[in-house]
C-alpha cells in the first residue's frame, strides 16, 4: 500500500465456501496464499486485478472480465475461469507496484453490499448457491458496515516533512507551511515526519524500495512527487482515501 506495508489479497487461494464463512468469522488463514512467500515466485490461483497480465489468446478465450460484476470480484473471477481451464497462474513476488488504496474500500453500506453482492454474483456463476449461503451474504453486509463505520481516518499530526530530493521546489514550501528538510538516506524518521520521494530524481524502483524498507516503522508516512508534476500523491492507510495536494 501507500505506506509499503504488503498487502496479502496479492495472492489468494480460491475462495470456496467454507472458506468465504471463515473470512467472515475473522479467519483469513487459508484465503490468503501464504505457500508462497511474499518475495518468491508461485502457482497462485488468485491474482489482484491491480497488477495483473493475462496472454491476449487467454483473454479471449475465458471472455474477458465479466460485467456483471460492477465493482470488486471480477479479478477472481477471471482468476478462477483461467485457473478452471487448466492453466497456471503464477504470482511473482520480484516485482512490486504501490496501489493506493480508499477510492473503492468500504465506505459504507453501498460499498459494502456491492462487496459482498459480487461475492454473491459469483458463488452463483461458479458454485451451487444455498439458503445458508445467501444467509452468510446478507449477515456480511451488515458486519462490514458496522466494522466500517468504527474506522476512523487517522488525524494528520505531521509536524515536519522530510524531501528525498536535490532540491525543495518555492511552491511546495508555501502550500505545506511546514519545516522541510532535504534527505537522502533517510537516517531518522520520526511519527510525526512524513517522507516525500521525488520521481524526478529517483526511479520508482527506488522509491519502492525506500517505502519497503523503512515499513519496519509503523509510524511512518510517505507521500511522492510524480516526475513533472505539480502535485504529491500518497496514502497512509489501505483503509481510508489518500491524498493529492497540489502546490
Known amino acids: 500500500d501507500g505506506n509499503g506495508t504488503f498487502l496479502p489479497e496479492s495472492k489468494r487461494n480460491i475462495p470456496l465456501p467454507r472458506i468465504a464463512l471463515k473470512i467472515l468469522l475473522g479467519n483469513s488463514s487459508t484465503y490468503y496464499a501464504t505457500q508462497v512467500g511474499e518475495q518468491e515466485i508461485g502457482r497462485t490461483p488468485i491474482l489482484v486485478g491491480a497488477f495483473m497480465l493475462v496472454k491476449k489468446e487467454v483473454f479471449k478465450r475465458v471472455n474477458g472480465f465479466d460485467e456483471d460484476y460492477f465493482m470488486y470480484g471480477e479479478d477472481i473471477d477471471i482468476s478462477y475461469k483461467i485457473h478452471s481451464l487448466g492453466y497456471d497462474n503464477y504470482y511473482n513476488g520480484t516485482t512490486s507496484i504501490v496501489h493506493f488504496k480508499g477510492e473503492s474500500t468500504l465506505k459504507d453500506n453501498k460499498y459494502a ?32 458496515y458496522v466494522f466500517r463505520s468504527k474506522h476512523k481516518d487517522s488525524i494528520d499530526q505531521t509536524e515536519s516533512y522530510i524531501l528525498v530530493s536535490d532540491k525543495i521546489p518555492d511552491q511546495l514550501i508555501k502550500i505545506l507551511q511546514k519545516p522541510i528538510r532535504l534527505d537522502l538516506d533517510l537516517e531518522c524518521i ?58
Open 113 to 144: 453490499a456491492q462487496f459482498y453482492g459480487a461475492m454473491q454474483i459469483f458463488y452463483k456463476k461458479h458454485f451451487k448457491s444455498n439458503i445458508v449461503f445467501d444467509a452468510i451474504v446478507w449477515l456480511g453486509i451488515r458486519m462490514a
Open 190 to 247: 520520526n511519527e510525526n515526519t512524513e517522507v516525500i520521494l521525488d520521481a524526478n530524481l529517483l526511479k520508482y524502483e527506488k522509491i519502492i524500495a525506500y517505502l519497503t524498507n523503512h515499513k519496519i516503522n509503523s509510524k511512518a508516512k510517505f507521500k511522492i512527487l510524480p516526475k513533472n508534476s505539480n502535485f504529491i500523491i500518497g496514502s497512509n492507510s489501505s483503509k481510508s482515501r489518500g491524498e493529492v495536494i497540489l502546490f
